[in-house]
């Protein structure tokens, strides 16, 4: 069964630092991947997903995130995080008929 | 468009007793998910269904059962709650039949068992 490993359980950082959660699956072949974002009290909402095409994939409010096939790997990116960024980050992949996610790396941005 | 709804938001039970969590989605998708969320495990999921009289079993399934009692509803039902079950419970819905769509997910329910 595919599956997926967030390294960070928890990143500290502050506004205007650069973010980098990393996010490995567990097995090649043609791979859609996604990230969710759970802002506190919310429910998961869609960051970004990549389905094939440009490895490099632009989701919401500045996120990126870059597939990297011989690495098994869909890090997500933001080149300056802002204090509103403070939430829950999972990682995504499908497994026949139902998603697996990661644990889930909380992000804590200090103003 | 309401989306994914949930009832109730909150639930204290004691060990033993019975309960149904109820989600019903406005979008005409035809998968529905339930997982729990816990501390440092993510999201795991517990039963789906790709379609209308179908369900499956997800990774956590042991002291749950669902119905999908239509294309809108699926309930998940704890039958002896035990405090091993206390988590947050999200529903989920995808367009498709398959996982490889995005989910949209419901504001989840907060069940606490003594």
């Known amino acids: 069964a595919q599956s997926v490993s967030q390294h960070n359980h928890h990143v500290i950082l502050s506004e205007a630092a650069s973010l980098e959660l990393g996010c490995n699956y567990s097995y090649g072949g043609t791979v859609n991947l996604f990230w969710y974002v759970q802002y506190p009290g919310q429910h998961l909402q869609l960051l970004l997903k990549?389905?094939?095409?440009?490895?490099l994939v632009k989701g919401i409010k500045g996120f990126e995130a870059e597939f990297i096939k011989s690495k098994f790997s869909f890090n997500l990116r933001k080149p300056s995080v802002q204090w509103s960024d403070t939430a829950e980050y999972f990682c995504?992949?499908?497994?026949?008929?139902?998603?697996?996610f990661g644990a889930g790396t909380r992000l804590t941005v200090k103003p | 468009n309401a989306g994914v709804t949930q009832t109730p938001k909150f639930q204290v039970l004691k060990t033993g007793q019975s309960m149904t969590l109820q989600c019903a989605q406005d979008m005409n998708h035809n998968s529905m998910y339930w997982y729990r969320q816990d501390p440092g495990m993510g999201l795991r999921l517990i039963y789906y269904?790709?379609?209308?009289?179908?369900?499956d079993k997800g990774e956590v399934p042991n002291g749950y059962n669902v119905s999908r009692l239509n294309k809108r509803e699926f309930s998940l039902r704890l039958e002896s709650a035990a405090p091993s079950q206390t988590s947050v419970y999200f529903c989920a819905s995808i367009r498709g039949w398959t996982g490889d769509n995005e989910q949209f997910f419901g504001p989840g329910t907060r069940l606490t068992v003594l």
């Open positions: 990549y389905f094939s095409g440009d490895p």
């Open positions: 995504a992949v499908p497994n026949n008929n139902d998603m697996r």
């Open positions: 269904s790709a379609s209308e009289g179908t369900t």
